[in-house]
Structures are given as structure tokens and as C-alpha cells.
């Protein structure tokens, strides 16, 4: 927190910045405030701390460490503990995870200068915009309409366009849904692409703006389709992923024995595992499209 600046040594390979609510360093109020636990040390939260009470912290998900007493959750509150003695205690205690660290630089390592990014409409909006491109790399994303199922035949454009390039496209369930059979031709052009389809049950960006049944798919055997839509021509493979080794694994052959075929991964993910950006923006895009007409 902003406070404890200079307190913390800022070249640890784990310092991601300062929390300060909605003024954070970029990144970093994701980071906290959709973790599973947050351990305060000596904070002082008050309307210049905390910007206006407007941090988005559940008080059952923190632990807050004073410096002679430690609160956890919505209680209970352990008194005459130093927060030195517990801090140190900790450190013994825990080992380190770092899974979302892991899983970004798996995505990060998979861009090179002959890779491309399609962007689809929806949470992959918000979550490779974080990727850091190296010099060379593609991106392509469309905001003008907002067109969703718009990445699929932006994928086999690209892809026919630019063939010194392998495209990496993420794509949402209800978005490919719209037009899943431009696969049909990738397969057809020998193209090389890699498709992580995220499936997680329905519109979720839609969801964000105006919740509805409407917004609940018909889910696919996505995996299946492709292969139908393979037919033993051309080359092709498909997984699905259900967890962490599985996406490791599939990264690891699509990379590898596979990289000369169109590479389908279905990621399954639940349906309100969504970004912080997304809930913002998805609230804010809601109240301006329930606002009065504009009389100009």
C-alpha cells in the first residue's frame, strides 16, 4: 500500500507495485482483490488509503496484521501477538504458488515474431490486451461494433494472409458458435492455427451488460465438432482441458509434434470466472446503455 513505499524492496522478483484501490500500479488491484485470501501488515485503511472507501476487498477474505494483534476474516481477533512473531511464523509455514504466474509466462512464451493474437469480443478483450507482444508479434482485435463470432474468420483470414505467421486465437463458446464452420476452410488451406476456446457456458460479456436466459448457450462437444468437421483430411488435432497439467500438455504438443496442424483446444472454465476489467467495464457499459436518449 502506498504508505509502506520504501519499505519493500522493489527489485524482489515478486513486487508487483503499489495497491491503492482504483490508483493502483497498473495491474496490481487485479492481482488483489481477486485473490482467494488477502494478508494485510500494518495497514491504515481510511479515505485517502482506501480512495474514498472504494476498494474491492470482502472483509471474510483478509487477514489484517497489526502490529500487536491479528484479525481474521470477520473475526476472531487474536490479541498479544506481534506481528513479527506471526510474520516469521508464516514464512515457515507456507510454500509458494505461483500458477497464474506460471500460466502467463506459458502464453508470453508461446509469441515470437512469427506468431499472431486474434482477439475475440468478450473477456479475451480484456485478457490479452495484459500480453506484453515482442517486437514482430500480431494483434488483432475489433471494438468498433463489437461484433461478436468476428475472430474465427478474422483467424482464417489471417492466417491465409500472413502464412509465415502462426495465429493464436482466443475465442469465447457463444462467440465461435456464430460461426464455427470457417474451421472447415483452415483445415481445408492447411493453415496452422492454434484456437483456445473458452468455454464457460454462454454470452458472459453479455452477461455484464444485461443479464438474461438469452445469454445461456446450448453447450457443443466443441472438441467433437472439429473432428467431424477434420474428416480424417487434412491436419488437425483437438484436446480439451480441464486443468492446469491438461493446458500444459496441450501447449506442449501444439507446439510441438503438432505444429504443423490447426490446433483446437477447448479450455473448460467456470462461468463467472471473469476478469476485474470486464465486471467494471461490463457496469459501466450497462448504465450508459440505460441512460435517458441523448435530445441532441
Same mark, same amino acid.
Given at each position: 500500500?502506498?504508505?509502506?513505499?520504501?519499505?519493500?524492496?522493489?527489485?524482489?522478483?515478486?513486487?508487483?507495485? &503499489?495497491?491503492?484501490?482504483?490508483?493502483? &500500479?497498473?495491474?496490481?488491484?487485479?492481482?488483489?482483490?481477486?485473490?482467494?485470501?488477502?494478508?494485510? =501488515?500494518?495497514?491504515?485503511?481510511?479515505?485517502? $488509503?482506501?480512495?474514498?472507501? !472504494?476498494?474491492?476487498?470482502?472483509?471474510?477474505?483478509? #487477514?489484517?496484521?497489526?502490529?500487536?494483534?491479528?484479525?481474521?476474516?470477520?473475526?476472531? =481477533?487474536?490479541?498479544?501477538?506481534?506481528?513479527? /512473531?506471526?510474520?516469521?511464523?508464516?514464512?515457515?509455514?507456507?510454500?509458494?504458488?505461483?500458477?497464474?504466474?506460471?500460466?502467463?509466462?506459458?502464453?508470453?512464451?508461446?509469441?515470437? $515474431?512469427?506468431?499472431?493474437?486474434?482477439?475475440?469480443?468478450?473477456?479475451?478483450?480484456?485478457?490479452?490486451?495484459?500480453? @506484453?507482444?515482442?517486437?514482430?508479434?500480431?494483434?488483432?482485435?475489433?471494438?468498433?461494433?463489437?461484433?461478436?463470432? +468476428? !475472430?474465427?474468420?478474422?483467424?482464417?483470414?489471417? =492466417?491465409?494472409?500472413?502464412?509465415? @505467421?502462426?495465429?493464436?486465437? %482466443? #475465442?469465447?463458446?457463444?462467440?465461435?458458435?456464430?460461426?464455427?464452420?470457417?474451421? !472447415?476452410?483452415? #483445415?481445408? %488451406?492447411?493453415?496452422?492455427?492454434?484456437?483456445?476456446?473458452?468455454?464457460?457456458? *454462454?454470452?458472459?460479456?453479455?452477461?455484464?451488460?444485461?443479464?438474461?436466459?438469452?445469454?445461456?448457450?446450448?453447450?457443443?462437444?466443441?472438441?467433437?465438432?472439429? /473432428?467431424?468437421?477434420?474428416? *480424417?483430411?487434412?491436419?488437425? +488435432? &483437438?484436446?480439451?482441458?480441464?486443468?492446469?497439467?491438461?493446458?500444459?500438455? =496441450? #501447449?506442449?504438443?501444439?507446439?510441438?509434434?503438432?505444429? /504443423? !496442424?490447426?490446433?483446437?483446444?477447448?479450455?473448460?472454465?467456470?462461468?463467472?470466472? &471473469?476478469?476485474?476489467?470486464?465486471?467494471?467495464?461490463?457496469?459501466?457499459?450497462?448504465?450508459?446503455?440505460?441512460?435517458?436518449?441523448?435530445?441532441?
Amino acid at each position: 500500500m502506498p504508505s509502506a513505499k520504501g519499505l519493500v524492496p522493489e527489485h524482489h522478483p515478486h513486487f508487483i507495485g &503499489t495497491y491503492w484501490g482504483a490508483v493502483s &500500479t497498473s495491474f496490481c488491484a487485479e492481482i488483489v482483490e481477486s485473490a482467494d485470501a488477502y494478508l494485510f =501488515a500494518g495497514p491504515i485503511f481510511n479515505d485517502y $488509503s482506501s480512495v474514498g472507501y !472504494s476498494l474491492l476487498l470482502k472483509k471474510e477474505k483478509a #487477514i489484517i496484521v497489526q502490529p500487536d494483534r491479528v484479525v481474521i476474516g470477520n473475526g476472531p =481477533a487474536f490479541g498479544c501477538v506481534l506481528m513479527k /512473531d506471526f510474520l516469521v511464523a508464516l514464512a515457515n509455514k507456507i510454500k509458494p504458488n505461483t500458477t497464474a504466474y506460471d500460466n502467463y509466462q506459458r502464453i508470453f512464451k508461446m509469441l515470437s $515474431s512469427e506468431t499472431a493474437v486474434i482477439s475475440e469480443t468478450g473477456d479475451s478483450w480484456f485478457n490479452c490486451q495484459k500480453l @506484453k507482444l515482442p517486437r514482430g508479434c500480431g494483434y488483432e482485435f475489433q471494438m468498433q461494433y463489437g461484433s461478436i463470432g +468476428w !475472430s474465427v474468420g478474422a483467424t482464417l483470414g489471417y =492466417a491465409q494472409a500472413v502464412p509465415e @505467421k502462426r495465429v493464436i486465437a %482466443c #475465442i469465447g463458446d457463444g462467440s465461435f458458435q456464430v460461426t464455427s464452420q470457417d474451421v !472447415s476452410t483452415m #483445415i481445408r %488451406c492447411g493453415q496452422k492455427t492454434i484456437i483456445f476456446l473458452i468455454n464457460n457456458g *454462454g454470452y458472459t460479456i453479455e452477461v455484464e451488460i444485461h443479464d438474461g436466459p438469452y445469454n445461456v448457450i446450448k453447450n457443443w462437444n466443441y472438441t467433437s465438432l472439429v /473432428d467431424a468437421i477434420h474428416n *480424417g483430411e487434412g491436419k488437425c +488435432w &483437438t484436446a480439451k482441458v480441464f486443468c492446469e497439467d491438461d493446458l500444459v500438455e =496441450a #501447449i506442449k504438443t501444439a507446439t510441438g509434434p503438432e505444429k /504443423d !496442424s490447426l490446433c483446437f483446444i477447448e479450455v473448460i472454465a467456470h462461468k463467472d470466472d &471473469t476478469s476485474k476489467e470486464l465486471l467494471q467495464w461490463g457496469s459501466r457499459v450497462s448504465a450508459a446503455n440505460s441512460r435517458q436518449p441523448n435530445p441532441q
